[in-house]
């Protein structure tokens, strides 16, 4: 069951530098995405968000691009700093039912150099 | 900043013994989720609970697994006889609203002997 992929496991980037996640999903009915970052020993902590009526959400440093004919979203992050190093996970919901029941992609180790 | 707390950090049991896994999601939310990740896995859905009953859960979430809410501020998972499988991290989360985001504490690890 691979819903959603991130295909890349792992990215380095150097600090000040563009980091770009991507993730593509098979599922018509997810509506709604997130992005998640994770240190080791710690629960996902939320990030950012886009509805699928939208195209791109911008957050700071933190822009999320959906592009729902090609099922694919992208992460990006501008200037990337070392306290971005970790793994991010996207995630999916979809239509109907009352709760969130996301949908997670395998994630992406970021390590963001000097 | 409110935040999702599990106890405890670290649970080893032997096979067949049950376990609970306690969590207190955020004081305002509505809904309450238990997800898990197996090591170098995804974080996969387990079970969403709403107005006091499951509103949704996962093939994982079988016989074994059950969820309350015994008091007004905390939410439990418990496994009735665990199995080596079983060895997992569980996340609680908790959303205010359906269909937006989710606060996810900082897991439970779970070693199954």
């Known amino acids: 069951d691979q819903q959603v992929k991130q295909n890349s496991p792992s990215l380095s980037v150097q600090e000040g530098r563009i980091s770009i996640l991507n993730c593509d999903y098979t599922n018509s009915m997810f509506d709604y995405f997130l992005w998640y970052k994770k240190y080791p020993a710690e629960g996902p902590t939320f990030l950012i968000s886009?509805?699928?009526?939208?195209d791109k959400n911008e957050d700071g440093r933190f822009t999320v691009f959906l592009n729902k004919s090609a099922k694919h979203l992208s992460l990006h992050i501008v200037p990337s700093q070392p306290g971005d190093s970790a793994v991010y996970f996207c995630?999916?919901?979809?239509?109907?039912?009352?709760?969130?029941?996301?949908?997670f992609g395998t994630g992406t180790r970021l390590q963001v150099t000097l | 900043e409110p935040e999702v707390t599990q106890t405890p950090s670290h649970q080893v049991t032997q096979m067949g013994q049950e376990v609970i896994l306690r969590c207190v999601p955020i004081s305002n939310h509505l809904y309450f989720y238990w997800y898990r990740q197996i090591l170098g896995q995804k974080v996969e859905f387990l079970v969403s609970?709403?107005?006091?009953?499951?509103?949704?859960k996962s093939e994982i979430f079988d016989d074994q697994f059950s969820v309350e809410r015994p008091d007004g501020s905390n939410f439990t998972l418990k496994i009735r006889s665990t199995k080596l499988e079983d060895s997992a991290m569980y996340f609680c989360?908790?959303?205010?609203?359906?269909?937006?985001?989710?606060?996810f504490g900082s897991g439970t690890q779970l070693s199954v002997l």
């Open positions: 886009i509805s699928s009526i939208k």
């Open positions: 989360a908790s959303s205010a609203q359906g269909q937006e985001k989710l606060f």
């Open positions: 995630a999916a919901s979809d239509v109907g039912g009352t709760a969130s029941k996301l949908t």
């Open positions: 609970f709403y107005n006091n009953e499951i509103s949704e």
